[in-house]
């Protein structure tokens, strides 16, 4: 399984962004969409104490929304990008 996860929904415009910008950092990432799941809706705010998406599990590194900076932090860290 991917080490980085995506709690997405088909109408989030930020959830969007974070799977295209790690598309293109050659990141590989599993998709969860919350839309119609209330489980990995509940999962989502389990692992980030919020509502809010995209949710972004980078190896245990729980970061909400698009948040370059702490992304690319979070992937350096992980050893998932140089």
Not at 30 to 54: C, F, H, R, W, Y
């Given at each position: 399984?991917?080490?980085?996860?995506?709690?997405?929904a088909?109408?989030?415009?930020?959830?969007?962004a974070?799977?295209?910008?790690?598309?293109?950092?050659?990141?590989?990432?599993?998709?969860?969409?919350?839309?119609?799941?209330?489980?990995l809706?509940?999962?989502?705010?389990?692992?980030?104490?919020?509502?809010?998406?995209p949710?972004?599990?980078?190896?245990?590194e729980?970061?909400?929304?698009?948040?370059?900076?702490?992304?690319?932090?979070?992937?350096?860290?992980?050893?998932?990008?140089?």
């Amino acid at each position: 399984m991917s080490k980085v996860v995506v709690y997405s929904a088909d109408w989030c415009g930020f959830c969007h962004a974070v799977k295209e910008y790690l598309k293109k950092l050659g990141v590989a990432y599993t998709e969860k969409n919350v839309e119609n799941d209330l489980a990995l809706a509940q999962e989502a705010v389990t692992k980030s104490g919020q509502m809010g998406i995209p949710v972004v599990d980078i190896d245990g590194e729980i970061i909400v929304g698009f948040d370059r900076p702490k992304i690319d932090a979070a992937l350096r860290d992980k050893n998932l990008i140089l």
